[in-house]
Antibody, heavy 123, light 107 residues
């Protein structure tokens, strides 16, 4: 059974860096038939896709245009996890952050999600 | 990015009712659409993929249809467990986008 376990601080100061980690069990971050994503949710922006990392003989990452200049998603094969870093945060970055697995068999869909981390950007 | 518009934003219904939620996209996406259910304090849960394929383990009272730019999610006979918020999501491009959600409330 695939499980995603998130960790990271719930409070970040403006202009600092938001850092979250998603530990994978029951699958591999190097799975050639999946990709690993970060998605956030807020009342003002709804569900917003942030970016992904995936392995196809080499590592790839893609990011949403809205955060492209500030975001990094990194896989860590030694710990079977992946991380999110969002720099220069503002209160607009406050929200519930999810990691998720996207499968490519039977649709290109998010079939497993982490439990969510509520991140508040405030001084 | 492909814009997603769901309607209605809120829907009040009773147990046993048949309900339909609509999702429209700003450009054609063939049938690359999924539907999710989200309950308070939980992550979204996949219901339908490829517009009309039922995810394993999802009750058969849920069904999806549509292609191109207009899609629907139908619940044939509402059960108490179905009162939640529903989202559509397109995967025509990797710049995945979601609808703003439809909250299904008990009348």
């Amino acid at each position: 059974q695939v499980q995603l376990q998130q960790s990271g601080p719930g409070l970040v100061k403006p202009s600092q860096t938001l850092s979250l980690t998603c530990v994978i069990s029951g699958d591999s971050v190097s799975n050639n038939s999946a990709a690993w994503h970060w998605i956030r949710q807020s009342p003002s922006r709804g569900l917003e896709w942030l970016g992904r990392t995936y392995y196809r003989s080499k590592w790839y990452t893609d990011y949403a245009l809205s955060v492209k200049s500030r975001i990094t998603i990194d896989p860590d094969t030694s710990k079977n996890q992946f991380s999110l870093q969002l720099n220069s945060v503002t209160p607009e970055d406050t929200g519930l952050y999810y990691c998720a697995r996207l499968r490519y068999s039977s649709g290109e869909v998010f079939d497993h999600w982490g439990q969510g981390t509520l991140v508040t950007v405030s001084s | 990015d492909i814009q997603m518009t769901q309607s209605p934003s809120t829907l009040s219904a009773s147990v046993g009712d048949r309900v339909t939620i609509t999702c429209r996209t700003s450009q054609t996406i063939s049938n690359w659409l999924a539907w999710y259910q989200q309950k308070p304090g939980k992550a979204p849960n996949l219901l339908i993929y490829q517009a009309s394929s039922l995810e394993s383990g999802v009750p058969s009272r849920f069904s999806g249809s549509g292609s191109g730019t207009e899609f629907t999610l139908t619940i044939s006979s509402l059960q108490p467990d179905d009162f939640a918020t529903y989202y559509c999501q397109q995967y025509n491009t990797y710049l995945y986008t979601f609808g703003q959600g439809t909250k299904l409330e008990i009348k």
